[in-house]
């Protein structure tokens, strides 16, 4: 195999409040990217992404570069709202399929990245009469489906990581359940419990757990993160983050900060985010009843009983900030006050209640600079090139 490259189709360019800012592949199934996962998959590093065209300066650690020109014949093209298992695929890469949809083919001739650029073409084309091998994973149709099964999927993951970090027992905590703790350069303070009998914890190299914590599986803590203060459970809790007080079945994209008490259920995280002390998401309804949410498309039904909200990157709450049940925060915004936020809040959005007023890009850029350079990561002109990009194609709403 020669090269394969993320192709963001038309129902992944809606996967707002990310979209507007990183490419699907950039997002976090389970304990892993989806880039990463099909990184695993072919055992390789993906070569480029074709998504909307104001991504094309987005930059990143480790992410490619979007994909330009043509695709060599022999070249891979993968759905990236399919997230394949931790585990290399063996099967024939000619075309690879799950749940009877094309998740990957390999060219036959060479592609122009404009035949592309619009999402509109389905990988089902390109495949044409060629037999079809399955591939394992899971579908991503809706942004919500990033949270979906996380329990599963985090167990499914972690069992494979595992393999990767000695388990550990440290005398000065609680471990209890049939599945096991593991680390490998992890600070773990005394005092903490562990519960393992839904699923196993993975705590990656760098990572702290502080003192009077409890962990409960199925739980991945990335490089370099800080947890602890309470009960944290079945979350995937990507690099560098902070993450103290309450929180179940989330997942942390990476570089965000909950620092401080406040309840977090069913929620995603997207990088830099920041939620202000005593942030609550409320992550089901009075009635009990499935949560809908808001798409570029318009109010979708989810039909999930609990979910939270969906955090876009650069987005920052107030103290004592409330999200109601199956909330959007848009990219880049910032919003305080006592209130209870409404459904969706705008991209760059700016104040405690509609009609917002939309934050200075200069100034939110300045902002930006300086919450990266706390984790010693520097914007680049790209980086800024991208977020500018992104304020000029941001979107709106009213209700």
């Known amino acids: 195999m020669t090269a394969f490259h993320l192709y963001d189709d038309a129902t992944a360019r809606e996967f707002e409040p990310f979209a507007l800012t990183r490419p699907v592949g950039e997002l976090r199934v389970g304990a892993r990217l989806i880039r990463e996962r099909w990184e695993r998959a072919t055992r390789m590093q993906a070569a480029g992404f074709i998504s909307s065209a104001h991504l094309e300066d987005f930059e990143e650690g480790g992410a490619p570069e979007p994909a330009r020109g043509e695709l060599p014949a022999g070249a891979i093209v993968v759905n990236s709202r399919f997230a394949p298992m931790l585990a290399p695929v063996e099967n024939s890469w000619e075309v690879l399929a799950a749940e009877g949809r094309v998740a990957a083919v390999r060219l036959t001739s060479p592609l122009p990245v404009t035949e592309l650029a619009s999402g509109e073409m389905a990988l089902e084309s390109l495949a044409g009469n060629r037999p079809r091998s399955t591939v394992n994973g899971w579908w991503i149709d809706a942004v919500w489906d990033l ?7 985090l167990t499914e993951d972690l069992l494979r990581l595992a ?5 550990v027992a440290p005398a000065h905590c609680a471990v209890v359940g049939k599945f096991r ?7 773990i303070e005394p005092f903490v419990m562990f519960d393992c009998t839904e699923g196993p914890v993975v705590i990656e190299d760098g990572a702290t757990v502080y003192a009077h914590t409890r962990i409960q599986g199925p739980m991945w803590i990335g490089p370099h993160s800080v947890v602890g203060g309470d009960r944290i459970s079945a979350c995937s809790i990507g690099p560098y983050s902070k993450v103290h007080g309450e929180a179940t079945h989330a997942v942390f994209l990476g570089y965000a900060n909950k620092p401080h008490d406040g309840f977090l259920g069913e929620s995603y995280i997207g990088r830099w985010v920041n939620l202000g002390a005593n942030t609550v998401t409320s992550n089901l309804k009075n009635t009990y009843g499935p949560v809908a949410i808001w798409t570029p498309s318009g109010t979708r039904d989810t039909g999930l009983q609990f979910l939270g909200t969906f955090f876009g990157d650069h987005a920052k709450t107030g103290i004592g900030m409330t999200m109601t049940t199956g909330s959007v925060i848009g990219a880049g915004a910032q919003v305080f006050g006592a209130e209870t936020q409404p459904k969706v809040v705008p991209p760059f959005a700016w104040g405690h209640q509609p009609p917002y007023e939309t ?9 930006a600079e300086r919450v990266m350079a706390r984790r010693h990561v520097q914007m680049t002109d790209r980086m800024r090139a991208a977020l500018r990009r992104a304020f000029d194609h941001r979107w709106s709403y009213d209700e």
Not at 147 to 153: A, C, F
Not at 181 to 187: F, P, W
Not at 359 to 364: A, E, G, S, V
Request: charged fraction near 45%.
């Open 147 to 153: 949270l979906r099964d996380l329990e599963q999927r």
């Open 163 to 167: 393999l990767e970090f000695p388990p």
């Open 181 to 187: 703790v593991h680390a490998r350069d992890a600070r």
């Open 359 to 367: 934050f200075d890009l200069d100034k939110f850029l300045k902002v």
